[in-house]
């Protein structure tokens, strides 16, 4: 049987994508690479068909074989086009309503992301969602590698036995995260990848955080 969300006593949100609709930004900052670099476009379809972690393989889905250093060229490429646009993103729907549900509901909160650290916490303090954090755990580099290993750090810095932890992301490498931890997992169809890419991995999924606010 399925445990109610309130029945945990921390969740580990996943920022880019999960918490944060940044998805067709994305898509453009990786256009505009393309664009410079004569490529044909991808569009927001193909966009999530192809996104996953780690993100040098979005480049090689689309006909690069960029080797360490030319993909490092390009991720600070695409990071200056992201950045550049960012303040446009805005919160997924329901995300202030469902975190304020689950903190009444006695639950705490930290953010484990691929979003270089700095990034990260800047971010959440423009988006005013600092307040909600006991951790924010982002990546070393802007390179967007894998969480795996930073994932059971994570865990074991918060003090939580695995059982009264869940994790909310919007990717396969979100469950991949979760099971390093040894929690559940709901991925939100909502992000960087389609419902499709992310059933048959054995955790929840949901369409959006509406069908989450309405178990409050």
């Not at 920022?15 to 476009?41: A, F, I, V, Y």
């Not at 954090?133 to 074991?156: Q, T, V």
């Not at 932890?165 to 990717?171: C, E, L, M």
């Amino acid at each position: 049987m399925r445990k109610k969300l309130t029945d945990y006593r921390h969740a580990v949100w996943d920022w880019n994508g999960t918490l944060l609709d940044d998805t067709w930004l994305c898509c453009e900052s990786l256009n505009r690479l393309l664009k410079e670099d004569g490529h044909p476009l991808v569009d927001p379809i193909r966009y999530r068909q192809i996104f996953q972690f780690p993100v040098i393989k979005v480049y090689q889905a689309i006909g690069f074989t960029p080797d360490e250093t030319s993909f490092r060229a390009m991720s600070v490429r695409f990071m200056a086009a992201y950045e550049e646009r960012k303040a446009e993103c805005r919160l997924h729907p329901h995300t202030e309503t469902l975190l304020d549900g689950l903190t009444a509901a006695g639950l705490t909160h930290s953010v484990l992301s691929a979003y270089e650290r700095s990034l990260l916490t800047s971010t959440l303090t423009h988006y005013k969602l600092d307040r909600h954090f006991i951790k924010a755990c982002g990546g070393h580099d802007i390179h967007a590698g894998s969480k795996e290993e930073r994932a059971r750090l994570h865990l074991s810095d918060l003090a939580h036995r695995p059982e009264d932890v869940i994790y909310i992301g919007d990717t396969a490498h979100d469950a991949e995260a979760a099971a390093a931890m040894g929690v559940d997992c709901v991925l939100a169809a909502h992000g960087h990848q389609h419902r499709e890419r992310l059933e048959g991995l054995g955790v929840r999924v949901v369409d959006g955080f509406a069908e989450l606010v309405a178990e409050l």
